[in-house]
């Protein structure tokens, strides 16, 4: 299994990034996909999830109106679109599989910085 996320990168605050999660050695189109982000010191936080089918999309409360994830099953990639970025959405942002089999896989992450 391997997840490999790219898009990261500095923007200013109220610009837009779209973060994008290709995997591989799975049945992507079965899988829920989720993207969580870390800032230094701060707690791990499920930003955005999709399930298999895509019909089940949930995200966090800081991020709702804002971020946008969705998936393509044909390249087996998972997107998230960042709108009107705060200061405060500044954090490595990581995707993850959850699988049939209940076993969560994670990628190594992006960073996204937010600096005027």
């Known amino acids: 299994v391997q997840l490999v996320e790219s898009g990261g990168g500095l923007v200013q605050p109220g610009g837009s990034l779209r973060l994008s999660c290709t995997a591989s050695?799975?049945?992507?189109?079965?899988?829920?996909m989720i993207w969580y982000r870390q800032a230094p010191e701060k707690a791990r936080e499920l930003v955005a999830s999709?399930?298999?089918?895509?019909?089940?999309?949930h995200y966090a409360d800081s991020v709702k109106g804002r971020f946008t994830i969705s998936r393509d099953d044909d390249k087996n990639t998972v997107y998230l679109q960042m709108t009107s970025l705060k200061f405060e959405d500044a954090a490595v942002y990581y995707c993850?599989?959850?699988?049939?089999?209940?076993?969560?896989?994670w990628g190594q992450g992006t960073q996204v910085t937010v600096s005027s």
């Open positions: 999709i399930s298999g089918p895509g019909t089940s999309i």
């Open positions: 050695g799975f049945t992507f189109r079965r899988a829920a």
């Open positions: 993850s599989a959850w699988l049939d089999s209940g076993n969560e896989y």
